[in-house]
């Protein structure tokens, strides 16, 4: 069974510029998260999607970041304006219904200049 | 407001001796904890789990002990081995929280030959 696919792997971009994660949970997980890792702490969400309805999005930037879950499949997570406090690991993860186990991606490092 | 706390920035052990990483948690209303293991580049991965209606769970090397007078839970790894080496993440599901997992700040183990 493949795991969460994430891509890409590293981004570098300059300040005010935009940039877009992409996430492919396991197949059959209706479950999606996203959480942004800063260095030497642990992983905080910042939106759980249900299917493609977006059920908690309380710790969402809304000013620069959006996100998006067309069909209840794949994920997009877009950053515009990007600052450079923004620079952290992005980690997709992705659970079955009703299960607490949550099954993580290895992450996108972005890094803002 | 730190809800999971891990202390213990890093921890070194001998190989073949006991690895125990702890955790403690302020919020009375989490029902579920989970322990993560990390390796560099990779998303967490997990390991184990504990309802709050048990005390111990066990998997192989790996036991979790949850103290829930004490709001503290702690991850034995008998005997450590170099593999074991990670960082080390501990989270908490709150009841009725929906599959919100809230991360400890992680703790880096070292398995010494």
């Known amino acids: 069974e493949a795991g969460v696919v994430q891509s890409p792997r590293y981004k570098i971009i300059e300040k005010k510029q935009p940039v877009a994660f992409w996430c492919n949970p396991i197949?059959?997980?209706?479950?999606l998260y996203w959480y942004l890792q800063n260095l030497g702490q642990g992983p905080e969400l910042l939106i759980r999607y249900e299917n493609e309805e977006a059920v908690d999005d309380s710790q969402l930037p809304k000013d620069r970041f959006s996100a998006e879950r067309l069909k209840g499949v794949d994920s997009t997570l877009k950053i515009q304006p990007a600052e450079l406090g923004d620079s952290a690991v992005y980690l997709c993860?992705?659970?079955?219904?009703?299960?607490?186990?949550?099954?993580f991606g290895p992450g996108t490092r972005l890094t803002v200049l | 407001d730190q809800q999971v706390k891990q202390n213990s920035p890093s921890l070194s052990v001998q190989e073949g001796r006991i690895s125990i990483l702890n955790c403690d948690y302020t919020n009375s209303m989490f029902d579920y904890f989970l322990w993560y293991k990390k390796y560099p580049a990779e998303g967490p991965t997990f390991l184990i789990s504990?309802?709050?209606?048990?005390d111990k769970n066990e998997d192989g090397r790996f036991t979790v002990f949850l103290n829930k007078s004490a709001k503290h839970l702690s991850l034995h790894i008998v005997p450590s081995q170099p593999g074991d080496s990670a960082v080390y993440f501990c989270?908490?599901?709150?009841?009725?929280?929906?599959?919100?997992?809230?991360f400890g700040q992680g703790t880096r183990l070292t398995i010494n030959p």
């Open positions: 197949s059959g997980h209706n479950t």
């Open positions: 989270a908490a599901i709150p009841a009725q929280g929906a599959q919100k997992l809230v």
């Open positions: 993860a992705s659970s079955s219904q009703g299960y607490n186990e949550q099954f």
């Open positions: 504990i309802s709050s209606i048990k």
